[in-house]
């Protein structure tokens, strides 16, 4: 056997083990499949190169015929891309197949109960800080509200809430 009928053979053996395990239902087996189906891909393009030759540089006493074809060689680095970029996406499937199968029947609704009880805390101190901060504003335009008594005075007296928002910096309506 010469060196390209043992390539094609390997090709062939590649293609046909490749295309069988991708016919099987579980995703690994898919996975498995489709990496040997592209090693016989990047063997069939290098088998169709032809044969080899100098290096593709052209100089001044090389003959444009006697060097290599560098487009086939281009091509198998692409593929050898295009096959690692889907093998990561066939691994991401892989393992989200994977994590949903060990869920079982609650799905894909996993949440940490600790996170949910320390949110539903947080949530409870902002609506009570909410509240005393709303009853304070309420105490405060009632007071500002209150008419001036009978006596005559211009200013009406201030109440607790009031003198409170005065000394936070706050401003009486007079």
Sequence with gaps: ???????????????????ATMMERSLTRVLIGFLLVGNGVNLLIYLMSGTPGLAPILGE???????SDPLPQAFILTAIVINLGITAFLLALLYRSWWLAQLGARGDLVDDAAEHVE?????????????????????????SDEEPDAGGDAEPEASEASEASARRGGRRRP
């Design 119 to 143: 949110d539903a805390e947080e949530t409870a101190d902002l609506i009570r800080s909410s509240a005393a901060d709303d009853r304070a504003v309420q105490e405060l335009i009632d007071a």
């Design 61 to 67: 006493d090389v003959d444009g015929s006697e060097i």
């Design 1 to 19: 056997m010469s060196a390209s009928l043992t390539l094609v053979v390997v090709m062939s053996v590649l293609f046909g083990a490749g295309i």
